[in-house]
Nanobody
Framework: QVQLVESGGGLVQAGGSLRLSCVASGSAISANAMGWYRQAPGKQRESVATISRSGSTNYADSVKGRFTISKGNAKNTMYLQMSSLKPEDTAVYYC?????????WGQGTQVTVSS
């Protein structure tokens, strides 16, 4: 059973930084891709950043230059370094992993940016 666990969310002032972590356990196979998504109240879930097995990355325009996605040394671990945070970054952030033909989601971690 694959499980994804996020950590690192919290409350931060505008302009501050946070680092999110995601660990996908229960799979002997490396993920094809992993990513971070977020959902703000009353809005649809949106892609924030993704990283492929080869290390190729993609970012939403709204976070380019401020957020950095990376893979950890351990299999199926991933980070999101968030800097210059804005109140509009407030959302629940979800970790996503695509392993073989299945997609897995974490429970989410709350990020709140105060103005």
């Amino acid at each position: 059973q694959v499980q994804l666990v996020e950590s690192g969310g919290g409350l931060v002032q505008a302009g501050g930084s946070l680092r999110l972590s995601c660990v996908a356990s229960g799979s002997a196979i490396s993920a094809n891709a992993m990513g971070w998504y977020r959902q703000a109240p009353g809005k649809q879930r949106e892609s924030v950043a993704t990283i492929s097995r080869s290390g190729s990355t993609n970012y939403a325009d709204s976070v380019k230059g401020r957020f950095t996605i990376s893979k950890g040394n351990a299999k199926n671990t991933m980070y999101l370094q968030m800097s210059s945070l804005k109140p509009e970054d407030t959302a629940v952030y979800y970790c996503n992993a695509q392993i073989l033909y299945a997609t897995y989601w974490g429970q989410g971690t709350q990020v709140t940016v105060s103005s």
